[in-house]
């Protein structure tokens, strides 16, 4: 499956640098392409210099608002990052249009943070005018959540994250959710390590773009996952996780009883592999709620074999309980069973219930905050009205 990637604000731009990095990766490594572009737009010149892959043109790195922001972002104001992107878009639709490979793009891939200004207010808006444009073509998101610490300290991070979520779940066909809290509760050691998480973010999308651009036989698993598979399973709330396991190099002889047992040793790591991937799913979320599923298991021909097919895909329905599954295998590495798993259409995801609840009790706050200052106010103006002013 091929992506155009576009990134808006500093988190969405590094994320898209990263599947930028990850094409070519896919292009030394396997001789394929699994994004036709990749671009990032930004009120803030500084984060657009800051990338590495994206291609350094005005027409990949896009800069808007520019007037309104002299090039220094728009400090967490999401409704303002919204409002450059409605009156800027033209810069971005102009670049996406006039892109080489655009008629090879299965979908569009939009990333953003929903906690910071230009990214949570530009990703809904360009959106929804990509879908008008684009009617045939999935619209997909892929939106940050903020770490936990920020939700305490910065008052505008729930409020944002609330309106961009509310925001894009109206216009994207489905939203891949990945919360930032999630790598740090991992591995503590990365909590001020952006570019490990985005690289760990990107991760499970290698496997999962390839399988279906491979044109090789040898590459080809008996059950080829593709881009229809994944469209047809990606609606709505999203997320998506990866796992690996390393297999012992260990050769057994060719008679039954060894070849059984060393069978057995393979289906244990690939369930193992997919307990991973579930455990390292990019939200936390509760399984039963996806109606959609998708996993991919990605090793060595010799390893996979239909027990270890039947036997994941019973791992998943056991706890996707009520979702319709979708798989494939992908015979590539040697060495390891990897497994990459999706659950989609989740009728509820409990962090951003959370959000919007939070944010309806913030609002009815600040309207009581409001009112009381206003009150404030019209003490003094009481008290100085018999005073001649100089004006
Ligand atoms: N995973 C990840 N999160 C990031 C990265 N950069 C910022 N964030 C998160 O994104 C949120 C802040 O949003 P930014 O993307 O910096 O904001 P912006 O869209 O550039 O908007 P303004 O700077 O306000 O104009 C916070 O929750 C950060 O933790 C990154 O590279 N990776
Ligand atoms: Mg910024």
Redesign the pocket.
């Known amino acids: 499956m091929k992506l155009l990637v576009i990134g808006?604000?500093?988190?969405?731009?590094?994320?898209a640098d990263e599947f930028a990095r990850l094409n070519r990766r896919a292009h030394v490594q396997r001789g394929i392409d699994i994004i036709t572009d990749a671009f990032a737009v930004?009120?803030?010149i500084a984060?657009l210099s800051g990338l590495s892959f994206i291609r350094r043109d005005y027409q990949h790195r896009i800069l808007i608002g520019g007037q309104k922001?002299s090039g220094?972002?728009?400090?967490?104001?999401?409704e303002?990052?919204a409002e450059i992107a409605k009156e800027d878009s033209d810069k971005v639709i102009e670049a996406i249009r006039t892109t080489q490979r655009f008629a090879e793009t299965d979908a569009f891939l939009l990333i953003?943070?929903?906690?910071?200004?230009?990214?949570?207010?530009?990703i809904p808006i360009l959106t929804q005018y990509l879908k008008e444009r684009y009617i045939e073509k999935p619209l997909y998101n892929l939106v940050?959540?903020?770490?936990q610490y920020?939700e305490t300290t910065e008052e505008r991070?729930i409020y944002n994250s609330a309106t961009c979520l509310k925001s894009v779940y109206l216009v994207a066909d489905a939203i891949f959710l990945?919360d930032?809290q999630r790598?740090v509760s991992k591995d503590f050691s990365i909590k001020d390590n952006?570019?490990k998480?985005?690289s760990l973010?990107v991760e499970p999308f290698y496997d999962l773009l390839c399988a279906g651009e491979e044109k090789k036989p040898k590459y080809i698993g008996s059950r080829m996952l593709d881009a229809g598979d994944i469209i047809q399973t990606l609606v709505g709330w999203t997320i998506i996780g990866h796992g690996k396991t390393r297999l012992p190099l260990i050769r057994f002889p060719l008679d039954g009883k060894r070849d059984f047992a060393k069978k057995a040793t393979e289906t244990q790591k690939g369930v193992q592999a997919m307990n991973q991937a579930i455990s390292e799913l990019s939200l936390k979320c509760n399984p039963t709620d996806a109606k959609r599923a998708l996993y991919l298991l990605s090793g060595s021909p010799k390893e996979m074999n239909m027990n270890l097919i039947k036997e994941l895909a019973a791992s998943l329905k056991g706890i996707a309980t009520e979702a319709i599954i979708r798989s494939g295998d992908y015979p590539r590495e040697k060495g390891s069973l990897d497994v990459t798993i999706i659950l989609s259409e989740l009728i509820s995801v409990g962090k951003v219930m959370d959000y919007f609840t939070k944010t309806i009790s913030f609002i009815s706050t600040v309207k009581k905050r409001w009112e009381g200052m206003e009150d404030e106010h019209k003490g003094i103006e009481d008290a100085f009205k018999d005073i001649p002013s100089l004006l």
């Open positions: 808006f604000g500093q988190c969405g731009g590094r994320i930004n009120t803030d984060d922001t220094h972002g728009v400090g967490k104001i999401n303002l990052g953003a943070s929903a906690a910071g200004g230009t990214g949570s207010g530009a940050i959540l903020p770490f920020e991070t990945v930032n790598y952006l570019a998480i985005n973010v």
